[in-house]
C-alpha cells in the first residue's frame, strides 16, 4: 500500500495530494481545493504572484484610457518590466530561471518563477521581498514546489497549438526577444548569469525525489 501510494503522489490518480499545484505551484481552486496543496518551507524556487500587470489588464490589446496598444509598445513594456526585476532578483545570486506567466486565470495571471541556483540564494531573495512593493503594489511571495519547468509549462502552447486559451492550467510563459540584451548586459553589469533561455535545463529533482521532500516536509509540520 504504501509504495502505491507513493507512486500516485502528486499524479491525477492522487485524491489527496492537489496535482496542479504539486506540478506548477498553483490551482485555480486555491484555499478551496478539495486536495491538498503541500506548501514548501523552503525551495531554490519562489513565485511573486499576479506581480507582472499587463497595460491591458481590463481589455486585451487597450489601455485603461480606452486607447489602443500597439503590440510592440506591449512588448517592450513586459521586456523592461523583466529588465527590472531580473537586475533586482540577481542580487540575491545566480537566476537560472525566470518565468512570467502569459495565463489569464486569476491564480495565473502575472504570476513571476524564479528558480536560483542555490536554495539558499532562494531564501536571501524571499526574506527580503517580504513586506516590499513594486510599482506600488506589495510584492506577494512564496516558495514554490516547482523545481522541473518542463513538467510546468504547457508544451501546445510553445507549439502554438493550445486550444485552452490563457485559462490552460498549466505555464505559458511570456517569450523574451532582447537575447543579446541579456547575454551581455546584466551579467557584466550585476555580475549575476542571465536567466538560460534556450539552454538544456539543469539536472532537478525528479517527481520521486520531489515526493520524498514533500512528505519529508509533511512530518516537520506534524512536529511543530
Not at 486559451?165 to 543579446?180: E, L
Request: proline letters at 6%.
Amino acid at each position: 500500500m504504501a509504495e502505491h501510494l507513493a507512486s500516485i503522489f502528486g499524479t491525477e490518480k492522487d485524491r489527496v495530494n492537489c496535482p496542479f499545484y504539486f506540478k506548477i505551484g498553483a490551482c485555480r481552486h486555491g484555499d478551496r481545493c478539495s486536495r491538498l496543496h503541500n506548501r514548501p518551507t523552503t525551495s531554490p524556487t519562489i513565485v511573486l504572484a499576479n506581480m507582472y500587470q499587463r497595460p491591458d489588464m481590463i481589455t486585451p490589446g487597450v489601455d485603461a484610457q480606452g486607447v489602443a496598444i500597439a503590440p510592440e509598445k506591449m512588448q517592450e513594456h513586459f521586456e523592461d518590466f523583466y529588465e527590472d526585476i531580473y537586475e533586482e532578483l540577481s542580487k540575491f545570486g545566480e537566476v537560472e530561471t525566470l518565468n512570467v506567466c502569459d495565463n489569464l486565470a486569476d491564480h495565473m495571471i502575472g504570476n513571476v518563477y524564479v528558480q536560483f541556483r542555490e536554495e539558499e540564494q532562494a531564501v536571501a531573495a524571499h526574506n527580503a521581498l517580504q513586506g516590499r512593493f513594486y510599482s506600488g503594489r506589495p510584492i506577494i511571495v512564496e516558495y514554490s514546489p516547482v523545481t522541473d519547468f518542463r513538467e510546468a509549462t504547457c508544451r501546445q502552447f510553445e507549439e502554438n497549438s493550445c486550444n485552452r486559451g490563457g485559462y490552460c492550467n498549466f505555464m505559458h510563459v511570456k517569450q523574451i526577444g532582447r537575447h543579446d540584451r541579456y547575454d551581455d548586459g546584466p551579467r557584466r553589469r550585476y555580475g549575476g548569469s542571465p536567466p538560460r533561455r534556450g539552454r538544456s535545463p539543469p539536472a532537478r529533482e525528479n517527481s520521486e525525489e520531489r515526493r520524498a521532500k514533500i512528505e519529508q516536509w509533511n512530518r516537520e509540520r506534524e512536529e511543530k
